[in-house]
């Protein structure tokens, strides 16, 4: 099997591999700043852990519901990193109101990392800013539209409206059969 294509060789998959390419690009982009937080002796701190720590140490204690609202990732993908917070000793969960809530709080050992966190999240942004220049159009802006996109019509609907009925054992589009 021939080697994958690099970057600016002029033979650059297309559509087909957008996940595939979307998941090298975040691995480089985690990766690099995960680095960076070990460089600065946070081993083991993830860079999805910084957006749940920046919004508790803004608004307090809040809801696992209210955090995936806060940085934009969905409940289960929030409940995750939270768990994982938890095990690592950065947040602590209490019951909610009810029994299906549950109020997530920022250890000590969590708000003495806020200093470093703001000044490592001052600097990726300048990165970040300073990365989109070079693009010939904003990733951010790309992003933003993209989930717009998907929310509108996901990529579920776009996949199985352009199967063959023959793919789906005679399923037709749309039947649900």
Known sequence: MPDAPEAGDGDVPGPELLGTRLRHLLELLDGD??????????EGFRPR???????????????IRDLARAVGVTHSAASQTVARMAEEGLVVLAPGQDARQRVVRLTARAESLLPVLDAEWAA???????????????????????LDALRRRPMRQRITEALPPEAVGGKTKGSGA
Not at 33 to 42: F, K, R, S
Not at 49 to 63: E, I, K, Q
């Open 124 to 146: 990726t942004a300048a990165a970040a800013a300073e990365f989109e220049a070079e693009l010939s159009y904003p990733l951010s802006k790309l992003v933003t539209e993209a």
């Open 49 to 63: 852990f910084t957006p749940v720590v920046r919004a508790l140490a803004a608004s307090g204690p809040g809801t």
């Open 33 to 42: 700043v995960g680095a960076v937080y070990a460089d600065l002796g946070l």
